[in-house]
Structure formats: structure tokens, C-alpha cells
């Protein structure tokens, strides 16, 4: 067994452990170790990845046993990709949460003498949620079949609802929201996969995928567990309309949790929703994916181009309602959780593109000459560039909205008028973020726009280039309604603004540089968004 092999056991694995062990431990312990557990991941993340940029897809099957019996992970171009953004910013809140106990939540406490109860700041509880829920995105970017998947995903969710009731009383409510919208997602998810196991008789991706090309009488079947896949997913994702959960859960959770929650439980979501359709149903079930070995019935085809034009325009309206929401906002936190809403918009733009039944006949547009396995990998290379680059983005944001908070114990714009005197460097994370979700130039999200536009044209979509336009607007707008407030230097009347008046001292100034280095990232990673098709690429089914 190779190195690469290995590291994926010990990606899932040591993390679950680790948040077993850190239960046992003190708070200090628990830092310790899941700063150790931090570092551990980020260097296990690079060596798979190291191998798949050099072309190969790494396999490892536990115990020796291969599918259908044994268990399999799997670290292709898109598994890497998230696996990498998960560990850069999962590390990078992992060495901010010690140095903001707040950020972390609260807890009931009651006084020795007086016997009285009161909510204190830091809840240690948060170290084993996170870790257990850092195993579990680890399993989801790495399961090679559809159960694990599932578990994974389902760690994902539980803890993920744990760290939201970390945000004390206020924010049980919202926890019990989302614990609902969970469940609900899961057991959708779940019946698509006994429907796709009952005509196929496992549950590999790979053998799923023969097994669907070789018996036509399963079309119908797969096609309707993979659109119910599609809803409970969506659900976890919060897609306009059900994306009432979203605003309270990541608004309301610690300073350290929403940043997680934004940046990578959702995106797990998404993640897997790309696996089941392209990996799973494409080869058999998509012209698009399958080219010359497509045979589908006709009915079907036009089932699956229905479902990607709906999902185009509910990613239009999360894009509109998102936007035009967060314009409104006095606050910043729900302010930054309005714009995951109208960002993750931006991710069901590329369906009706792989989906559309007519997109091999296009095989040499005239604008771009492209065939149509070149403008499914264009399509998912610009959609998955806008989902990295969102992580980072949406990471450094909520990280310095959680600051400020704490720091202030509000997050009125109003009252943070002129905090950059302040926190300059906050400010400029802000600055840098706010390139990145806006898809300006030089960011990976503007590279993710150019793709996706380029395969709007090459399959003849036009309208959706009118819908990336509006939608960069309108981010521009809302960013600025959320950053000209803290760049204030003089009130109305001509008076300079003296910063707020702090509710916390003692939060380190080192806490201030980790948003930043997000932000920054959000800049960097644009430089690599040419070679982010090519990354794509390997392991993926239209090549």
C-alpha cells in the first residue's frame, strides 16, 4: 500500500478519533490536540493531492476487500479540490478559535457559592463537534459508493447542528430548524439510494454506473432516485425556497462555527450532488457525459433537461432574493449569511448546460468550437472554481464579522462605524473577500465566471451570461453596503468617529491575521484557475 493509499484512511479516520480522544480531555487539551489533528490533516490532504496532479486517481480499499464487499475511498480532481480547501480553512479556524474563546460559544455555569446559574463565553464542546465534523467532509469528498456517502453526510449534518446550539439560548431554535431540514434532506437522499441499490444491486459508484448503461429497464427508476437526491440535497444546501434554515443558523453561531458552515458544510452538499449526477447517472443517462455510448430513452432525456432548466432559474432566485436580502440588512452577520444564500445561486447555473439533451448537437459552435465533453468540463471547471473560491471568501467574511462581534458585542453597522482605525487588518480581509465573492479580476471566482460563461455560449444559453452580470452587480452592491460603514471616517455633521467601545480586551492581535490569510487566499487561488480544468480532468467520467 502506497503512502498516497494510506492517507486516506487516516484523513477520515484520525480526525473521528481525535474528537473521541478530545471528549475525554480538558479545554486545554482539547486545543492542543486539535491543533495537532489541524496540522496532521493539511499534510495528509497534499500527498493524494500531489499524486492526482500529476495525473493519477488514488483508490484504497479497507481490509484488502474490493467493491461490492469492501469499502473503498477514492481521491480524484474533485475529491482533491474540496479535501484541500476543507483543510486550508478548516486548520485556519482550528488556530483562531483558541485565541477567541467566545468564538467557540457558550455555556451554562453555576457559581460554587451562590449557586446560581449564568452563560459564560467558550464551550469545549465545540472541539469534539468540529473534529467529528471534519472526519465527516473528509468521508464525503473521499467515499467511493453511495452508503458512505451517506454516513458521511449525516456526520456532517448532526455535528453541524451541534455547533450551531453552541451560540447559547438564541440559538437553539435555529439549531432545531436546521436539525429538521437535515433529517428531511437525509431521508430523501436515503431513498434515492435504496431505489438506485434495488435496480443495481450495489452500491460502488463506479458499478452503479455500468450496471445503469448495461440494464435500460433501470432508466426510469435512477432517474427518479437521482431527482429526489437532487430536493434533499438542495434542502441541505439551502436553495430558494428552502433556505429559511440558513439566515438564523449561520447568523446565530459562534464566530467560529458560521465560517465552517458557510464555507464547507454546504459545500459538501453540493459536492456530492456533482458525484451523484455526473459519476453516477451521467455515463448512462446524459448525452452530455456519455457522447457515443448514449442510448437513453427520449422521455428520460427530457426529464433531465426539465430538471436542469428548474434548477437554473431557483439559482437565478436565490441569486435575486439573496442579493436583494442582504441589501436590507442592518446587521453585518446576517448580512454575510444572506450572501451564501445568493452565492450558492450561482452553483445550479451550470445544470441546464449538462443536462440540456441538445448540447452534443453543438459540437462546433461557431463562437468556440467546442464539443460537448469540452463544454461539460468547462461548465464544472467554472461552477467548482466559484464554490473554491467562495470557501475562502465566505471563511475570512464571517471570521471578521464574528470578531467584531465579540470584540464589540454587536454587529449594528452603525455601531462598527470606523473600525478600521482599529482593525485595519480586519478590514482588508474584508476588502480582499469582497473581490473574491464579487468575481472580480484576479480572483478564482472571475475565472469560475469567464468558464461559466464560455460554456453559456458554446451550448447557446445566452440568458445565463444576462444572469452572471446581474448577479455581479448586485454582489458588488451588497459588499459595499456591508464594508463603507466600517471605512467611515467623520459622522454626518463633520465629526470625526472614534472607534466603539470595546466588551473584550484580551483577544490577541494574532487572532486578526488568520481572516487575513484567507483573504489573501482568495486572491492567490485566482492565479491557478487555469489550470483548474485540467485538475478536473482526472478521474472525471466525460474524458
Not at 233 to 258: R, T
Not at 271 to 282: E, N, P, Q, T, Y
Given at each position: 500500500?502506497?503512502?498516497?493509499?494510506?492517507?486516506?484512511?487516516?484523513?477520515?479516520?484520525?480526525?473521528?478519533?481525535?474528537a473521541?480522544?478530545?471528549a475525554?480531555?480538558?479545554?486545554r487539551?482539547?486545543?492542543?490536540?486539535?491543533?495537532v489533528?489541524?496540522?496532521a490533516?493539511?499534510?495528509?490532504?497534499?500527498?493524494?493531492?500531489?499524486?492526482v496532479?500529476h495525473?493519477?486517481?488514488?483508490e484504497?480499499?479497507?481490509?484488502?476487500?474490493?467493491?461490492?464487499?469492501g469499502?473503498?475511498?477514492k481521491?480524484?480532481?474533485?475529491?482533491?479540490l474540496?479535501?484541500?480547501?476543507a483543510?486550508?480553512?478548516?486548520?485556519?479556524?482550528?488556530?483562531?478559535?483558541?485565541?477567541?474563546p467566545?468564538?467557540?460559544?457558550?455555556r451554562?455555569?453555576?457559581?460554587?457559592?451562590s449557586?446560581?446559574?449564568?452563560?459564560?463565553a467558550?464551550?469545549?464542546?465545540?472541539?469534539?463537534?468540529?473534529?467529528g465534523c471534519?472526519?465527516g467532509?473528509?468521508?464525503?469528498?473521499?467515499?467511493?459508493d453511495l452508503?458512505?456517502?451517506?454516513?458521511?453526510?449525516?456526520?456532517?449534518?448532526?455535528?453541524?447542528?451541534?455547533?450551531?446550539?453552541?451560540?447559547?439560548?438564541?440559538?437553539?431554535?435555529?439549531?432545531?430548524?436546521?436539525?429538521?431540514?437535515?433529517?428531511?434532506?437525509?431521508m430523501?437522499?436515503?431513498?434515492?439510494?435504496?431505489?438506485i441499490?434495488?435496480?443495481?444491486?450495489?452500491?460502488?459508484?463506479?458499478?452503479?454506473?455500468?450496471s445503469?448503461?448495461a440494464?435500460e429497464?433501470s432508466?426510469?427508476t435512477?432517474?427518479?432516485?437521482?431527482?429526489?437526491?437532487?430536493v434533499?440535497?438542495?434542502?441541505?444546501?439551502?436553495?430558494?425556497?428552502?433556505?429559511g434554515?440558513?439566515?438564523?443558523?449561520?447568523?446565530g453561531a459562534?464566530?467560529?462555527?458560521?465560517?465552517?458552515?458557510?464555507?464547507?458544510?454546504?459545500?459538501?452538499?453540493f459536492?456530492?450532488m456533482?458525484?451523484?449526477?455526473l459519476?453516477?447517472?451521467?455515463?448512462?443517462l446524459?448525452?452530455?457525459v456519455a457522447?457515443?455510448?448514449?442510448?437513453?430513452?427520449?422521455?428520460?432525456?427530457?426529464?433531465?433537461?426539465?430538471?436542469?432548466?428548474?434548477?437554473a432559474?431557483?439559482?437565478?432566485?436565490?441569486?435575486?432574493?439573496?442579493s436583494?436580502?442582504?441589501?436590507?440588512?442592518?446587521?453585518?452577520k446576517?448580512l454575510v449569511?444572506?450572501?451564501?444564500?445568493?452565492?450558492?445561486?450561482?452553483?445550479f447555473?451550470?445544470?441546464?448546460?449538462?443536462l440540456?439533451?441538445?448540447?452534443?448537437n453543438?459540437d462546433?459552435?461557431?463562437?468556440?468550437?467546442h464539443?460537448?465533453?469540452?463544454?461539460?468540463?468547462?461548465?464544472?471547471?467554472?461552477?467548482?472554481?466559484?464554490?473554491?473560491?467562495?470557501?475562502?471568501?465566505?471563511?475570512?467574511?464571517?471570521?471578521?464579522?464574528?470578531?467584531l462581534?465579540?470584540?464589540?458585542?454587536?454587529?449594528?453597522?452603525d455601531?462598527?462605524?470606523?473600525?478600521?482605525?482599529?482593525?485595519?487588518m480586519?478590514?482588508?480581509?474584508?476588502?480582499?473577500?469582497a473581490?473574491?465573492?464579487?468575481g472580480m479580476?484576479?480572483s478564482?471566482?472571475?475565472?469560475g465566471k469567464?468558464?461559466?460563461?464560455?460554456?453559456?455560449?458554446?451550448?447557446?444559453?445566452?440568458?445565463?451570461?444576462v444572469?452572471?452580470?446581474?448577479a455581479?452587480?448586485?454582489?458588488?452592491a451588497y459588499?459595499?453596503?456591508?464594508?463603507?460603514?466600517?471605512l467611515?471616517?467623520?459622522?454626518?455633521?463633520?465629526?470625526?468617529l472614534?472607534?466603539p467601545?470595546?466588551?473584550?480586551e484580551?483577544?490577541?492581535?494574532a487572532a486578526?491575521?488568520l481572516?487575513?490569510f484567507?483573504g489573501?487566499?482568495?486572491?492567490?487561488?485566482?492565479f491557478?484557475g487555469a489550470?483548474?480544468?485540467?485538475?478536473?480532468?482526472?478521474?472525471?467520467p466525460w474524458?
Amino acid at each position: 500500500m502506497t503512502l498516497a493509499q494510506t492517507s486516506l484512511g487516516a484523513l477520515v479516520l484520525l480526525p473521528v478519533l481525535a474528537a473521541a480522544v478530545s471528549a475525554l480531555l480538558p479545554i486545554r487539551g482539547r486545543q492542543i490536540l486539535a491543533t495537532v489533528t489541524g496540522g496532521a490533516v493539511v499534510v495528509l490532504s497534499a500527498i493524494p493531492a500531489w499524486s492526482v496532479f500529476h495525473g493519477d486517481v488514488v483508490e484504497m480499499n479497507f481490509g484488502g476487500y474490493a467493491p461490492p464487499l469492501g469499502i473503498m475511498l477514492k481521491a480524484d480532481g474533485l475529491s482533491v479540490l474540496f479535501l484541500l480547501v476543507a483543510s486550508i480553512v478548516g486548520f485556519a479556524v482550528t488556530l483562531f478559535a483558541p485565541l477567541d474563546p467566545s468564538s467557540t460559544g457558550k455555556r451554562l455555569v453555576r457559581a460554587s457559592s451562590s449557586g446560581t446559574v449564568r452563560w459564560v463565553a467558550g464551550n469545549p464542546g465545540f472541539w469534539p463537534l468540529w473534529l467529528g465534523c471534519w472526519g465527516g467532509l473528509n468521508a464525503v469528498f473521499l467515499a467511493g459508493d453511495l452508503f458512505n456517502t451517506y454516513v458521511g453526510l449525516e456526520v456532517v449534518g448532526m455535528t453541524a447542528v451541534g455547533m450551531v446550539a453552541l451560540g447559547g439560548r438564541d440559538a437553539w431554535r435555529a439549531a432545531v430548524r436546521y436539525l429538521f431540514v437535515a433529517v428531511l434532506g437525509s431521508m430523501l437522499f436515503l431513498i434515492g439510494v435504496g431505489l438506485i441499490v434495488s435496480v443495481t444491486g450495489t452500491l460502488d459508484f463506479t458499478q452503479v454506473s455500468e450496471s445503469i448503461a448495461a440494464n435500460e429497464d433501470s432508466h426510469g427508476t435512477v432517474v427518479l432516485a437521482v431527482l429526489l437526491m437532487i430536493v434533499g440535497l438542495a434542502m441541505k444546501i439551502a436553495l430558494v425556497p428552502m433556505h429559511g434554515w440558513l439566515i438564523p443558523a449561520h447568523a446565530g453561531a459562534p464566530a467560529a462555527v458560521s465560517p465552517l458552515l458557510s464555507a464547507l458544510v454546504i459545500k459538501a452538499s453540493f459536492f456530492v450532488m456533482l458525484r451523484i449526477v455526473l459519476w453516477v447517472a451521467g455515463p448512462a443517462l446524459l448525452p452530455t457525459v456519455a457522447g457515443d455510448d448514449y442510448y437513453a430513452d427520449p422521455a428520460l432525456q427530457t426529464t433531465f433537461g426539465w430538471a436542469g432548466g428548474t434548477l437554473a432559474v431557483l439559482g437565478t432566485a436565490a441569486i435575486l432574493v439573496g442579493s436583494v436580502m442582504a441589501l436590507r440588512q442592518t446587521r453585518l452577520k446576517p448580512l454575510v449569511a444572506y450572501s451564501t444564500v445568493a452565492q450558492a445561486g450561482y452553483w445550479f447555473l451550470m445544470f441546464p448546460i449538462i443536462l440540456d439533451p441538445d448540447t452534443p448537437n453543438l459540437d462546433q459552435f461557431a463562437v468556440t468550437g467546442h464539443g460537448s465533453d469540452m463544454i461539460v468540463s468547462t461548465a464544472v471547471a467554472g461552477t467548482v472554481a466559484l464554490a473554491v473560491g467562495h470557501g475562502f471568501a465566505k471563511s475570512a467574511m464571517f471570521l471578521v464579522a464574528g470578531y467584531l462581534k465579540d470584540v464589540y458585542g454587536t454587529d449594528e453597522l452603525d455601531e462598527l462605524r470606523g473600525v478600521y482605525r482599529t482593525h485595519p487588518m480586519l478590514v482588508m480581509a474584508m476588502g480582499m473577500s469582497a473581490v473574491g465573492l464579487a468575481g472580480m479580476p484576479i480572483s478564482l471566482s472571475f475565472a469560475g465566471k469567464w468558464l461559466l460563461g464560455t460554456a453559456a455560449i458554446a451550448s447557446s444559453h445566452y440568458w445565463l451570461l444576462v444572469v452572471i452580470v446581474v448577479a455581479t452587480l448586485l454582489s458588488a452592491a451588497y459588499l459595499l453596503r456591508a464594508i463603507t460603514p466600517l471605512l467611515v471616517a467623520v459622522d454626518d455633521d463633520d465629526t470625526r468617529l472614534e472607534a466603539p467601545e470595546k466588551v473584550i480586551e484580551r483577544i490577541p492581535v494574532a487572532a486578526q491575521f488568520l481572516p487575513f490569510f484567507l483573504g489573501t487566499a482568495t486572491i492567490l487561488t485566482g492565479f491557478f484557475g487555469a489550470f483548474l480544468g485540467a485538475l478536473l480532468d482526472v478521474g472525471a467520467p466525460w474524458t
